[in-house]
């Protein structure tokens, strides 16, 4: 199995999870989701990914994180 595919597993596996965790932060980066979750930097990124075309996250602003838009 190659890295990326595993990422992409463990990327479908942790977002639902990841959507729940973000919506209680204002302002989120990927690391977050690293240390939360004890994922990789590319799971991690995918994820976020994701939670921006789902305009949960806004995009990155350089040294803010990316600004949380929907809240619980």
Known sequence: MSWA???DEVASE???EAKQFVVTLK???VTDLQRKF???YV???KI???LEEACIVG???HGE???VLMNI
């Open 5 to 7: 595919r595993l990422s």
């Open 14 to 16: 942790h977002y639902e």
């Open 27 to 29: 302002v989120v980066n």
């Open 38 to 40: 004890l994922i990789g």
């Open 43 to 45: 799971a991690a990124a």
């Open 48 to 50: 976020m990914e994701r």
């Open 59 to 61: 995009r990155y602003v």
């Open 65 to 67: 994180g990316r600004k």
